[in-house]
């Protein structure tokens, strides 16, 4: 499913911490990796044959790593801004993944989000993983700590039943038939959308959607997954998600980047933004087919 994947590096060691937990996404066929740096000097190009030796001794540290894992790695790197750059980059080379970290070279336990990554979640058309550092700032110098983890161990879905989160489940149909056998089906009533006028009615809207959740367990127990369970909550989508996920034992979130009322070019949902933007987990956004 990921055969090739576009690491985005900064040579930080955010991005190091990243590049460790690589190996986790061997499972779903990962053998290839386009491990890219962009420069961002946007209408300096003539500057890259500057610049790119300078950067070129720690990419390569980077690749003789990942090569130690096994992958087969190819370096690239690019002018311009990181976030244009890294989605050409995974188009050019067909690649079936983006993954990068949440935070860079500046790392704050302040900063929910870094802007490279917003901006490349933001206008992938190439399903993203975001991967957290955590950070430990209560030495004498700001550091990462280890962040690897068994993606697939136990996975949490959002679903609003759209379009693009149906898109996300075949995601999730992949990942079971690749050996994941934990996964926690998640789907929030909307409680600004119920209240006042349609609260009467809660109890069916549960009746249906629990309907249409145990119709997707039963799809993943005939690929194989052992443990699925269903979780059907009530408040706002953006707190109740990231609540729930902080609370379990989860190691992975799987959604789609757009609910319902997508409309075309549209920027990431804001659902899924405040997700990446708050958890702690690592998260699979999966953009809508275009």
Do not use: W
């Given at each position: 499913m990921?055969?090739?994947?576009?690491?985005?590096?900064?040579?930080?060691?955010?991005?190091?911490?990243?590049?460790?937990?690589?190996?986790?996404?061997?499972?779903?066929?990962?053998?290839?990796?386009?491990?890219?740096?962009?420069?961002?000097?946007?209408?300096?190009?003539?500057?890259?044959?500057?610049?790119?030796?300078?950067?070129?001794?720690?990419?390569?540290?980077?690749?003789?790593?990942?090569?130690?894992?096994?992958?087969?790695?190819?370096?690239?790197?690019?002018?311009?801004?990181?976030?244009?750059?890294?989605?050409?980059?995974?188009?050019?080379?067909?690649?079936?993944?983006?993954?990068?970290?949440?935070?860079?070279?500046?790392?704050?336990?302040?900063?929910?989000?870094?802007?490279?990554?917003?901006?490349?979640?933001?206008h992938?058309?190439?399903?993203?993983l975001v991967?957290?550092?955590?950070?430990?700032?209560?030495?004498?110098?700001?550091?990462?700590?280890?962040?690897c983890?068994?993606?697939?161990?136990?996975?949490?879905?959002?679903?609003?039943?759209?379009?693009t989160?149906?898109?996300a489940?075949?995601?999730?149909?992949?990942?079971?038939?690749?050996?994941?056998?934990?996964v926690?089906?998640?789907?929030?009533?909307?409680?600004?959308?119920?209240?006042?006028?349609?609260?009467?009615?809660?109890?069916?809207?549960?009746?249906?959607?629990?309907?249409?959740?145990?119709?997707?367990?039963?799809?993943?127990?005939?690929?194989?997954?052992?443990?699925?369970?269903?979780?059907?909550?009530?408040?706002?989508?953006?707190?109740?998600?990231?609540?729930?996920?902080?609370?379990?034992?989860?190691?992975?979130?799987?959604?789609?980047?757009?609910?319902?009322?997508?409309y075309?070019?549209?920027?990431?949902?804001?659902?899924?933004?405040?997700?990446?933007?708050?958890?702690?987990?690592?998260?699979?956004?999966?953009?809508?087919?275009?």
């Amino acid at each position: 499913m990921f055969d090739k994947i576009v690491v985005a590096t900064d040579l930080s060691p955010a991005s190091d911490q990243v590049l460790g937990c690589l190996h986790g996404l061997k499972p779903l066929g990962a053998r290839e990796v386009v491990l890219t740096h962009a420069l961002g000097i946007r209408h300096l190009e003539e500057l890259q044959c500057v610049l790119a030796p300078q950067v070129e001794p720690g990419l390569l540290q980077q690749k003789s790593f990942l090569e130690a894992q096994g992958f087969q790695v190819t370096i690239q790197i690019e002018p311009g801004l990181p976030a244009i750059e890294i989605d050409q980059v995974a188009r050019k080379n067909n690649a079936s993944l983006i993954v990068l970290g949440s935070h860079g070279a500046t790392l704050s336990r302040e900063i929910l989000l870094g802007s490279v990554a917003t901006e490349v979640l933001h206008h992938s058309r190439h399903p993203v993983l975001v991967v957290r550092p955590k950070i430990d700032d209560s030495g004498v110098q700001v550091r990462c700590e280890q962040i690897c983890t068994d993606f697939f161990r136990h996975i949490l879905f959002i679903t609003d039943f759209s379009e693009t989160a149906e898109h996300a489940f075949a995601y999730i149909e992949k990942i079971v038939q690749s050996g994941g056998k934990h996964v926690t089906m998640l789907h929030v009533q909307d409680r600004a959308q119920i209240e006042p006028h349609l609260k009467d009615r809660l109890e069916e809207f549960n009746r249906i959607d629990r309907s249409r959740l145990e119709r997707m367990m039963s799809r993943l127990k005939e690929l194989g997954a052992t443990e699925v369970g269903i979780e059907l909550l009530y408040g706002l989508p953006k707190q109740e998600i990231v609540r729930h996920a902080d609370k379990g034992d989860y190691t992975l979130i799987v959604m789609g980047t757009h609910g319902r009322g997508f409309y075309g070019n549209l920027f990431m949902g804001s659902i899924a933004y405040h997700v990446v933007r708050n958890s702690a987990l690592p998260t699979l956004l999966i953009p809508p087919i275009r």
